[in-house]
Nanobody, 111 residues
Framework: QVQLVESGGGLVQPGGSLRLSCAAS????????MGWYRQALGKQRDLVAA???????TYGYSVKGRFTISRDNAKNTVYLQMNSLKPEDTAVYYC?????WGQGTQVTVSS
C-alpha cells in the first residue's frame, strides 16, 4: 500500500521559515513527478512547487524566490523549504507524488 506522510508544518511568525517533508513508502517513485499544493480557507487548491523526475522545478508566482522544492530519490522524499513566510502563505499544504496525495499539514503564519 502506498502511503505519503507529511511533516514539518506548524505555527511561525511572518518572516520565519519552515521545512516540509513528504516521505513516500510502498512503491518505487524515482520516475514520478512530485509537488506541493496548498489550500487556504475559502480558496481553491493551487500549485506551490513541483519537481520532475529529472529535477526540473516549477513554482507558483506567489512563492517564487522564497520557496525551494527538492527531492531525495534514495529516501523517496520530497521537501519544501519555505523562507520569508507571509500571512497569506497560511494554508493546508498537500504533498503529491505521481497520482498519490499526502494527508496535508497545516502551516500558519501569524504574529
Amino acid at each position: 500500500q502506498v502511503q505519503l506522510v507529511e511533516s514539518g508544518g506548524g505555527l511561525v511568525q511572518p518572516g520565519g521559515s519552515l521545512r516540509l517533508s513528504c516521505a513516500a513508502s510502498g512503491g518505487v517513485f524515482s520516475s514520478y513527478d512530485m509537488g506541493w499544493y496548498r489550500q487556504a480557507l475559502g480558496k481553491q487548491r493551487d500549485l506551490v512547487a513541483a519537481i520532475s523526475s529529472g529535477g526540473t522545478t516549477t513554482y507558483g508566482y506567489s512563492v517564487k524566490g522564497r520557496f525551494t522544492i527538492s527531492r531525495d530519490n534514495a529516501k523517496n522524499t520530497v521537501y519544501l523549504q519555505m523562507n520569508s513566510l507571509k500571512p497569506e502563505d497560511t494554508a493546508v499544504y498537500y504533498c503529491m507524488v505521481g497520482k498519490y496525495w499526502g494527508q496535508g499539514t497545516q502551516v500558519t503564519v501569524s504574529s
